[in-house]
């Protein structure tokens, strides 16, 4: 079955770039919709943006100024990065498929644990 | 931005009974409406799509109803394993998660 597994720094310094990566296994990256989105005390959970294998994405506009997400077909990979980062950006990342502009998302990596400070 | 706001915050319930979960949405979102299940250290899991569609694998214990603005997530009786947080998500403009509803043991 298709698995996520996100990875990369747990921590980053406020006003870097974070940058994450989430492998896809089990399966092929086209077809599906591929997600990030995050989880945070304050804000709850969030969506960032989708990517598809053609490279089309789109990004939450509250990120948007921030946020780039890319895909890798030959890897059956998808990348986050998101600049300028603050103590704010402090979350649980995951990456999460949705099906074909279905809206939903019904599989997901374990998340990652992101923390913005010096 | 559409803002979904769900109730109680926790909903305390013994095991074997009811739970009755609601999700109110600021502007209608159709039936676009997921429910999801979240245990702590873990991702969020797809219960619900489509306001009513049980997810793959998914017990008929679970059940979603409703249209427009106004949703339920019910539980027909809980067991040790629901015991969890649970959140709705509109797609239907862009996408937003509630705050959560956490079932808790009474």
């Known amino acids: 079955q298709v698995q996520l597994q996100e990875s990369g720094p747990g921590l980053v310094k406020p006003s870097e770039t974070l940058s994450l990566t989430c492998t896809v296994s089990g399966g092929s990256i086209d077809t599906y919709y591929w997600n990030w989105i995050r989880q945070s005390p304050g804000k709850g959970l969030e969506w960032i943006g989708y990517?598809?294998?053609?490279?089309?994405?789109n990004y939450n506009p509250s990120l948007k100024s921030r946020v780039t997400i890319s895909v890798d077909t030959s890897k059956n990979q998808f990348s986050l990065k998101l600049t300028s980062v603050t103590p704010a950006d402090t979350a649980v990342y995951y990456c999460a498929r949705e099906g074909l502009r279905s809206g939903y998302f019904d599989i997901w990596g374990q998340g990652t644990v992101v923390t913005v400070s010096s | 931005e559409i803002v979904m706001t769900q109730s109680p915050v926790t909903l305390s319930v013994s095991p074997g009974e009811r739970a009755t979960l609601s999700c109110r949405a600021s502007?209608?979102?159709?039936?676009?409406l997921a429910w999801y299940q979240q245990k702590p250290g873990q991702a969020p899991r797809l219960l619900i799509y489509?306001?009513?569609t049980r997810a793959t694998g998914v017990p008929a214990r679970f059940s979603g109803s409703g249209s427009g603005t106004e949703f339920t997530l019910t539980i027909s009786s809980l067991q040790s394993e629901d015991f969890a947080l649970y959140y709705c998500q509109q797609y239907n403009s862009w996408w937003t998660f509630g705050q959560g509803t956490k079932v808790e043991i009474k």
């Open positions: 502007q209608s979102v159709s039936s676009n």
């Open positions: 489509g306001a009513s």
């Open positions: 990517i598809f294998h053609s490279g089309s994405s």
